[in-house]
């Protein structure tokens, strides 16, 4: 009798903890952290479309401009190093002029006007794509963190196509430190360029990016003296 005793209770207590074990199976899931159901987050990312539109940018003021040259950039590094600096060299205008210009063919040492009228400029594109950003400024619903990964414009130059070339001008400019210097630069009127700008429609449409860089034309502008450094130079529209 007792043996069966001992073994009705082991019985019994076997089917009480199967009984719990099934009610908390069976009970609902406890709240995560944040209140909600613990489960796995699914997440959709869509697949990325990308179009190359040209845009065709036809200047309305005169571009004016003013590159590195090498000679400024050793004379900076060597500042920087705390190295002897050479004597001031005469001032040269035309090789100024010359060196003004971003060149796409290759500079001869000497270059004459003849070589200035067969060779082929162009401009840093990325000035467009920042004046395009600063134009968003004055648009409502596009911010410029948006418009930075929106689009982009590959390449470091694009070419700068003008009837009749390049011709040097002289301008009397104030520096930082308040003396006056004069400046030779070379000026590109009636000008022109074809932008390729690669885009992702689901972010921004062909028809935006083409009515931003019309107020980038207007309200900021590119090169020396531009609108958005309080000049009157470098403005454009888009055809």
């Excluded at 089917?15 to 719990?20: H, P």
């Excluded at 699914?42 to 040259?69: C, F, N, R, S, Y």
């Excluded at 002289?170 to 930082?176: A, C, G, K, S, Y």
Aim: aromatic share 8%; proline share 5%; hydrophobic share 40%.
């Amino acid at each position: 009798m007792a043996g069966s005793n001992g073994t009705a209770k082991l019985l019994k207590k076997a089917q009480s903890a199967i009984a719990r074990q099934a009610e908390h199976d069976n009970a609902p899931k406890k709240a995560g952290r944040f209140g909600g159901p613990k489960s796995v987050l699914t997440i959709k990312i869509p697949q990325i479309e990308i179009k190359t539109i040209k845009v065709h940018i036809v200047g309305d003021a005169p571009l004016v401009v003013h590159a590195w040259t090498e000679k400024a950039m050793k004379m900076i590094l060597q500042k920087q190093m705390m190295e002897a600096m050479p004597a001031k060299e005469a001032k040269d205008p035309w090789m100024d002029y010359v060196d003004s210009m971003h060149w796409l063919t290759p500079k001869p040492d000497s270059p004459t006007a003849k070589d200035i009228a067969k060779a082929r400029f162009g401009f840093p594109i990325i000035a467009f794509k920042a004046a395009a950003v600063s134009a968003c400024s004055f648009v409502d619903g596009i911010t410029k963190v948006l418009a930075r990964g929106a689009f982009h414009l590959n390449g470091p130059f694009v070419e700068i196509k003008c009837d009749g070339g390049p011709v040097m001008r002289t301008d009397m400019v104030r520096l930082p430190n308040g003396n006056a210097d004069i400046r030779h630069r070379g000026e590109f009127t009636n000008w022109s360029a074809d932008l390729m700008i690669r885009y992702s429609t689901k972010t921004i449409s062909a028809e935006q990016i083409i009515k931003l860089f019309n107020h980038a034309g207007f309200h900021i502008g590119i090169g020396e003296h531009r609108i958005e450094r309080d000049g009157v130079w470098g403005t454009f529209h888009v055809e």
